[in-house]
């Protein structure tokens, strides 16, 4: 996941706009996460002052259990960061900015990817904003069958009425 700025770095250009489609072969994070290797990233580098930053974001997609139905989908996430392109990375700096190392005019943004997909997977999501769970009586799908439940256990004065009917 190379981005090459040797260009970039030595024009007059003030900004650089990337759209890459980047493959993660790290077999083990795939697995771990339930990540589609294949990812989006888009970014713009800017040069200011002496400094060039990267605000990028990544849109990845992770097969993930519907919160509410419990049905496996695949949910599409974006996220974004920001990072400083250094020379040299400072050792010493105690901010919380992302330092990424320019070496030989690329910089690698393979392990930033990495971390910002692990950082950002949501612990629950649904399948759809309305996707309407499963039964807590009976245990269907709700969204693939209807159950009768609601209806008998709705309202407890038809319960009453039944026994009255029974007679
Ligand atoms: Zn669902
Ligand atoms: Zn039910």
Known sequence: MLIRLNKFLSSDQISLKINENFVIDDEIFLSKTHLHK?????GDIFKVDESVLLNGTIKYTFRAECARCL????????????????????????????QLKISEGC?????????MIYLS?????????????ICPNCGVNLNLEECKCEDNLADPRFDKLKDLLKD
């Open 38 to 42: 294949d990812i989006i990233f888009n």
């Open 121 to 133: 997977m949501p612990m629950k999501s649904v399948c759809k904003k309305d996707c309407k769970g």
């Open 107 to 115: 910089v690698d943004l393979e392990e930033i990817i990495k971390q």
């Open 71 to 98: 049905t496996p989908f695949d949910n599409v996430v974006e996220t974004k960061f920001e990072a400083n392109l250094v020379q040299q990375l400072d050792e010493n700096d105690e901010s919380d900015e992302i």
